[in-house]
Every structure is written in C-alpha cells, then in structure tokens.
C-alpha cells in the first residue's frame, strides 16, 4: 500500500485503519507493532513509579496502557487523535478496574485544558510530516512539564540509540533537572523502510521540571 502523509493534521483522522493481532496501520503506515512490546513494559515502568495519575499521548493498540494498568495506577487518560482507535481505547478502557478517561483529538488541542495533575506522562505518537520524523515528540517536551505534579515523572518512544543527540538531551535537560536514560535491549523489529531498525533504544526518564522563572 502507497503510504502520504496526511495533507494536513486533520487528514490523518480520515486514515483507514488496518489492524490484526500484531501490527497497527493506519494510511499504510505501520503505526505500531508487538516488537515494541518490551519498549512499552519500559516506558509503563517508568510512568507507574509513583503508582498515580497517568497521561499517555498516543494509544495504538494500547499495548504500553495495558502495561501501565498491569503494573498499577490510580486512572489512566490518554489522548488520542484518530476516531477508531480513540473508540478502541473507550471500549479497552470499559474492561479496566481503574477509571479510564479518552480525550480525543490531536494533543496540540487537548493539553489546553490540562493542568499539573498526573505522576506519569507517556508519550508514543507518529510523525504526521516528514519533518516531524524522529523528532515529533519534542515540541511536547516543554508541555510535559507542566502537567506533572512534584515527584513526577516524563518518558517517551524516543528515537535514539546509544549515539543519544545532543539537541534531545539539551532540550530535556533545558526542562527537566533530573534525565535518567535507559537501554531497552533485545529489540526485533521487522523490516520497515521508514523504521526503527536497531535491536536496542535508549529512552529518557526525566523529572523534577524546570519551571518558567516566576511560574
Ligand atoms: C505508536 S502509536 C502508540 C502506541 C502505543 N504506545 C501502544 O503501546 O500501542 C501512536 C498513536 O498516536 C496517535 N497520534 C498521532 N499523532 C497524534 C497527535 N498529535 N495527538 C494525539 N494522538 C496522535 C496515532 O493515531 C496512534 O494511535
């Protein structure tokens, strides 16, 4: 199948989704796969330390929600843009024993209204431009910071191996105090031309925010 990118944001919400039990297409694009299944069990580990409030952007096949609800949290929300899976997401979210709320919509409109209130803030979306790619989590870094409370804690899918980039370790440490990285090792994932390839991926756990001088 021919993959576009969507010509605008809003485009990417008319996608037709393609799924079975190992991968998430949407417009072609292969969105999400199980190979990234010890990645999730990662970044849920981190966003489940304080065993609160958790914000993830991006459900997919809600592989890393189920493993943050596995490891236990207080609630769940995520934000979620495209209409089938954020119906996905509200029918998954009926079967949990934690209150589970969707907020639909691309996060760039559904962080308005959110303030300090969660202990964990995932964030896996997918680049819906060429220039976004391999880097569309950081304009969020930033935001994150004001949605934690004190104590918690920032993660994402972040694109990096061992050769970690200065301008993404910069950009955390402007915002965050404290940046652990980890190494996920024994990764597998299938042949994609436009995807991750390494066997490892090395994601940021950051805290204690750096507040705007007066904030
Ligand atoms: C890689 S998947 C998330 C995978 C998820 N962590 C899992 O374990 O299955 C990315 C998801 O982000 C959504 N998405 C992409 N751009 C978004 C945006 N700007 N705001 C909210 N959701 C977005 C996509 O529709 C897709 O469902």
Same mark, same amino acid.
């Given at each position: 199948?021919?993959? *576009? ?7 990417? +919400? ?5 799924? %079975?039990?190992? *991968? ?6 292969? =969105? ?11 970044? &849920? ?8 409030? =958790? ?13 943050? =609800?596995? /490891? ?17 997401? /509200? ?6 024993? $934690? ?33 976004? +790619?391999?880097? %569309? ?8 910071? +004001?949605?934690? /409370?004190?104590?918690? $804690? ?5 694109? *990096? ?22 190494? =996920? ?25 750096? /507040?705007? &001088?007066?904030?």
């Amino acid at each position: 199948m021919k993959r *576009e990118y969507p010509e605008t944001p809003a485009a990417w +919400r008319e996608f037709a989704v393609a799924q %079975n039990e190992d *991968e998430l297409r949407i417009g072609g694009w292969l =969105v999400m796969h199980t190979w990234e299944r010890a990645l999730m069990a990662a970044l &849920a580990e981190a966003v489940t330390r304080g065993s609160g409030d =958790v914000l993830e952007v991006g459900f997919g096949m809600g592989i890393s929600a189920s493993a943050i =609800v596995a /490891r236990g949290c207080r609630s769940y929300t995520c934000i979620e843009a495209h209409p089938v899976v954020a119906a996905q997401a /509200r029918a998954w979210g009926a079967q949990q024993t $934690v209150p589970v709320t969707v907020l639909e919509g691309f996060w760039e409109e559904q962080v308005q209204g959110l303030g300090a209130q969660y202990d964990g803030v995932l964030f896996d979306t997918y680049p819906l431009t060429p220039a976004e +790619r391999n880097r %569309n989590h950081f304009p969020f870094i930033p935001v994150a910071t +004001r949605l934690l /409370r004190p104590g918690g $804690v920032f993660t994402c899918y972040s694109d *990096e191996t061992v050769d970690f980039r200065a301008e993404h370790l910069h950009l955390l440490l402007q915002h965050f105090r404290r940046v652990e990285l980890l190494r =996920v090792e024994g990764l597998a994932p299938p042949p994609d031309p436009v995807g991750w390839s390494a066997d490892h991926m090395v994601i940021p756990i950051a805290s204690e925010p750096v /507040r705007p &001088a007066g904030g």
